[in-house]
């Protein structure tokens, strides 16, 4: 049997009771922490549930998810995910070839960042497209036009846009929000977001976020902690413009 299970957005106090039953039930306990930047202990996460944890690279993940796979026909495997299990694409990946291999699964939700950053305010329904804003050295230089074109198809809707910041995990390397409104700055070729109030929530699930929310040049004048997300609004209703307003960024 495999079992997904999420670990939350912050450390390992996040993981549900469930989940830690789980993971004291099994064989073997996998942990993949490559997708986002999690504070958490591994070895407290031992501690708590009794059990021995293999720490996964991207690449152990995707060259030996048939060996996991495998493994998971004669044993009780546990793979333990930042956040949701199924938020990233990797790991629905996991349920289809289970399924195909006859391997019996079951997934054990947790805190995800699609559902937290509905702490500013806007409501969850009106986000469309999510994408990521990718560190520079990963595109040589290149300004993400992509990035740009899921912007406009969601402000022309009418939706929110969620905007992830790259990560580089074993690298120890990740996009602060400063750099990544300077790219949405240069990327701005037709002055959609000119004049347009954003928002940075950082430290999410940390039980200390941050929320902070004006145009471009304001923001670009602070700090922000990690790890942090960006959001372009969409077309506002009054109660979640009256919300986001509690958060409006004021100079020090």
């Known amino acids: 049997m495999l079992t997904l299970v999420g670990l939350g957005l912050w450390d390992e106090t996040d993981i549900s009771l469930k989940g830690i039953e789980e993971v004291k039930r099994?064989?073997?306990?996998?942990?993949?922490?490559?997708?986002?930047?999690?504070?958490?202990?591994?070895?407290?996460?031992?501690?708590l549930s009794g059990k021995d944890v293999v720490i996964l690279k991207r690449r152990d993940?995707?060259?030996?998810?048939?060996?996991?796979?495998?493994?998971?026909?004669?044993?009780?495997?546990?793979?333990?995910?930042?956040?949701?299990?199924?938020?990233?694409?990797?790991?629905?990946?996991l349920l289809t070839q289970s399924a195909k291999a006859g391997v019996e699964t079951r997934v054990i939700h947790a805190s995800s960042i699609f559902t937290a950053v509905a702490e500013c305010g806007l409501q969850i329904y009106k986000f469309g497209k999510t994408v990521t804003i990718p560190l520079p050295e990963k595109t040589g230089g290149v300004l993400p036009?992509?990035?740009?074109?899921?912007?406009?198809?969601?402000?022309?809707?009418?939706?929110?846009?969620?905007?992830?910041?790259?990560?580089d995990v074993e690298n120890n390397k990740n996009l602060l929000a400063e750099e990544a409104l300077q790219i949405l700055e240069k990327l701005d070729t037709e002055n959609l977001l000119r004049g347009r109030k954003i928002v940075v929530m950082s430290l999410l699930?940390?039980?200390?976020?941050?929320?902070?929310?004006?145009?471009?040049?304001?923001l670009l004048?602070?700090?922000?902690?990690?790890?942090?997300?960006?959001?372009?609004?969409?077309?506002?209703?009054?109660?979640?413009?009256?919300?986001?307003?509690?958060?409006?960024?004021?100079?020090?």
Do not use: M
């Open 26 to 47: 099994a064989d073997v306990v996998y942990a993949e922490l490559y997708t986002g930047l999690w504070n958490g202990s591994v070895e407290r996460l031992e501690e």
């Open 61 to 93: 993940v995707e060259e030996r998810s048939g060996r996991i796979i495998d493994e998971a026909r004669s044993k009780r495997v546990c793979f333990l995910i930042q956040g949701d299990p199924l938020a990233a694409t990797t790991h629905p990946d």
């Open 145 to 167: 036009e992509s990035v740009y074109g899921a912007i406009k198809g969601n402000l022309s809707l009418g939706l929110h846009t969620l905007l992830l910041l790259d990560i």
């Open 205 to 218: 699930g940390s039980g200390k976020s941050r929320i902070v929310y004006g145009k471009i040049e304001e």
């Open 221 to 252: 004048k602070d700090g922000y902690g990690l790890p942090a997300v960006l959001i372009i609004p969409g077309n506002l209703h009054f109660a979640e413009e009256e919300f986001l307003e509690l958060f409006k960024y004021v100079r020090a």
